[in-house]
């Protein structure tokens, strides 16, 4: 499978599972209807595994573009192939949000609250005060990627070789990362940690028909953008200096 077809199914299978449990949880009428954050936090683990488990074989299983910075800055990645791993990752989380939609789509028309509806999509603060959202953002993606990082030494290729990354033994690990990241760091902005899994999402919450939606809150899209990029650059620099 080719590198760029790994990390968009990788990446579609991520949102999929993991929008996919958010709208189990808020949506009205289904069976996992008020499940509650630790459904919400094991799920979205559980969608980690899932992906990495699938392409990390194929692709390293970046499935995050802060991911894929953060690699490519320690010279594990070759920056060559950055922009086709990021584009294929953008992609994939736009498939995996149509299809929770599609999945979704009579529980969407039943649930009245829409801000519910968002939430299905995109990420979004507790409490929101912009400084203090974006430090959370780059706390818990500066723990996501420097234990990717470690995780990933042991497997990269050479810069001039094949894709550096997560290899599938790995999906465990980076899967019970994320659930300690949702646990213990994500009750301030629902821990986006990956500006992929976030932006194409939203987008694609405002381009689907779903009925009575609110707006994007596209004034907040930033910073699990920002925040995300900020922190896996800042991880990769702790990990060139402890060497």
Not at 116 to 126: I, M, N, W
Not at 131 to 140: A, H, P, R, T, W
Not at 156 to 170: F, Q, S
Request: net charge negative.
């Amino acid at each position: 499978m080719p590198p760029f077809i790994a990390e968009f199914i990788g990446t579609l299978l991520l949102i999929l599972l993991g929008d996919g449990v958010v709208a189990n949880v808020v949506l009205r009428h289904t069976k996992g209807h008020n499940g509650g954050w630790i459904v919400i936090t094991f799920g979205w683990a559980m969608a980690v595994f899932v992906a990495v488990f699938v392409v990390a074989a194929f692709s390293g299983a970046h499935i995050n573009p802060a991911v894929t910075l953060g690699l490519a800055l320690t010279g594990a990645f070759p920056w060559g192939q950055v922009p086709s791993y990021l584009l294929a990752q953008f992609l994939g989380a736009a498939a995996g949000a149509a299809l929770v939609w599609l999945h979704y789509r009579d529980h969407f028309a039943a649930t009245e609250d829409a801000d519910a509806k968002l939430a299905v999509f995109c990420t979004g603060p507790a409490i929101r005060r912009p400084v203090s959202n974006l430090v959370s953002e780059v706390i818990g993606t500066f723990v996501l990627v420097l234990a990717v990082l470690y995780l990933a030494a042991p497997n990269v290729a050479a810069p001039d070789g094949g894709p550096g990354g997560l290899g599938a033994l790995d999906a465990l690990p980076v899967g019970l990362l994320v659930l300690a990241i949702g646990l213990s760091l994500g009750g301030t902005t629902g821990y986006a940690i990956n500006p992929a899994r976030d932006l194409s999402p939203r987008l694609m919450h405002a381009l689907l028909p779903i009925p009575d939606k609110r707006d994007s809150d596209w004034g907040y899209a930033w910073i699990p953008v920002v925040g995300p990029v900020l922190g896996g650059a800042l991880a990769a620099l702790v990990f060139l200096a402890l060497g």
